[in-house]
Each structure stands twice: as structure tokens, then as C-alpha cells.
């Protein structure tokens, strides 16, 4: 079934490529385009089997992502973070999944992590307030669940929760444009003390439950992986699909220029051109073999509920972060070989350029912080659970 899935995928990148440049313009990412997304499947790769999903494993997802980014990396940020805020709320108490699944079983759900809000207990629920920035394709869901501290009565943070909410209870406004990601990173979602049943809180509670193990042999492979390997990865592999994006334009680009140009040599007659594109092409495979590499051997812990090794989550931080590094490289590389032709604005390589340094400057994509940590790690430092974000 995902194998029928990446085929309907990639039966639209021309339309998505056709459609970038207006959707960046326009800041979003058009009703057809997102109508197509949903109907070849894409979605349903991380919706729970009970509602009509496929459960796929992760590495499917982040395939399909990779190729929809190729054709567009707004539309394909935005595609992998709804998938991953599908797989989350798939953790959440099984009340929770049917108020926004047992209705509308292709509701669509957003996400912002950072506990930027505030939950405050009242009774038997909670009030929500906060306001939240750059919340990737909310304009398109029913239903986002917000990072939130849990304060106590004396107003004091006890912890990190994710509250999910109906997007009836928030209000939306376009944020600041953005040099790269525009149709992706474009919404502020405010809150304003809005209630929300206790069973729509993703807490410590609810992780302990989860991290259980006779809990997790209860579950199925899928959501057995680690909620910041998923997370981070998602924010990743659109950067990695946009290199490959930039260097397929770039490949037509350089190859179609004409054997006599007004005397002038051709760019792709310069060494220097030429291995550009040939180091470009081999730190983009290296990200996606080190990607796949990871993942397989993560799921095969995951199909036998087995506790994921600290070295292994550990590898695959390193290699996401890396991976976005390898993506900004390849694309400096790429944008340098195609000279001024690919700085013009109708040309797509610009535009991936642009989008890959904007997504690498979210904070889980700081190379150095991160490597830093990975570092603490493999020497047998200290770490805690959350190092991994």
C-alpha cells in the first residue's frame, strides 16, 4: 500500500513544481495542491490502522516527503510536519484520537513543540493560552496541538505537555514573511484560555504510560520510535528532498546550454563545474544512505519492541543534523556551478537555496549544539532524555 502511495506522490511533482512559484508568492500552498497531497495517500502513512490508516514505517513517510520536496520544499515542509503531528497524536489517550479521527477519518492535524504556553489546571481540565509562531500548514487542519509548560497553582512550570485543540478554539494570523519556506513557515496561532479536556494532554504521564514496556508490545511498530528521532528528522528531510530538487534543475540547467554560445566557453566545460555537481550528488546520496541506514535498523527494534540503544538514537540525531548540513552545502555548491543564471528569479535553484537555509535554521538543525551533545553521549557524559531535541 505506501508503495501505491510514493507512486501517487510522484505522479504529482509536476504539478507541484508547475505550481512552486505561485505558492510561494502567495504564501500558501493552494487548495488543489493540498487536495491532490491528500488524496494520493500521503497522509494516511501515519494515521493509526483503526481509522483507516496504513501505519506505514517512518522511512516510507520520510521517502515520499523527500520526493514531494523535490518538486516544492514549502509544500513538502509542510507535508512532513502534518505527517508527524498524525504519528504524535496517535500517542495521545485513545479519546483524544477519536474526537478528531471517528467523524473525519482525513482531519488533518498541526503542530507547534516549543512549550511557549501556558496550561493552567482547572478541575477536571485545563485552560490553554499562549501564542505560537511559524506553525506550518495550520491553515489546513482541524485540529493542532500546542507545546505547553503546566503550571501549578502558584503558577510555577511543572512540566512539558502538548495540548490538542479544535481549530475552531484558535485564531490565525499570516507572521512575518521569510526569505525562504514562505509558504510553509507563515502562520501565528494564538490561544486564549481555552479549555481543554484532560485527555487531550500529552504529559509525563501519558510518556511513562508509553515507555511502559508491556505498553509498547501493545502497540504496533510504528509507534514504538522515539517521538525526537521523528520529530527532528521531519525538519530534515524536506531539506534533503530540496537538494535533490536543486541539483536535478541544476544537472537540465548546465546540460542545456549550447555548444557555441557567442564564443563564450560553456559552464559545463569548467572542471571545477563539473565537480561541483559530482560532490553535490555524493553528500546528497551520503545524507539519504546514512537516513535510510537508520531507520532500517530502528525498525527492526521497533518490530520487536525492543528498547532503542542510546547509540543508535544517538547516530540517528547525528546523522539528521548532519544531513541538513550536507543539504546546505550541496545547495551553495549547486547555486556556485550554475553562475547568475541560477540567482534569477524564475529559476527554481535560487528559490531551493533560499528554502534549504531557511529550514536549516530551525533550532533542531544547530550542527554544532547538537553534535555537541551527541558528543556528551558517546563519551558517557551526562545526558537526559530531552538532550536529543
Known sequence: MATDVLDNVRALL???????AETENSRRIGAAGMDSLVRSGLFRMMLPARFGGLESPPLELFTAIRAVSSACASTGWVASTLGVSTWQVGLFDEQAQEDVWANDSGALVASAYQPVGQLRPDGDHYRLTGVWRYVSGSEHCSWLFMGALVLDSEGN?????LALVPSSDVSMSFGPDCVGLRAAANTDVTVADVVVPAHRVYGAKQRAR???????????????????VLYTTSLTVPLIGAAEGAYACAVDLLAGVPAKRQGRARALDNESVQCAVARAAAEIDSAVLQLERDFDEMHAFAAAAKDFPETLRARARRDQVLGTRTAVEAADRLLRAGGRTSLLLDNPIQRFWRDIHMGASHRVNDVEATLSMVGRATLGLSSHEMMFI
Open 14 to 20: 509536476p504539478e507541484l513544481a508547475a505550481a512552486a
Open 210 to 228: 508509553r515507555e511502559n514496556r508491556k505498553h509498547q508490545r501493545a502497540l504496533g511498530p510504528l509507534y514504538r520510535y522515539p517521538v525526537t
Open 157 to 161: 512550570p511543572v512540566e512539558h505537555a
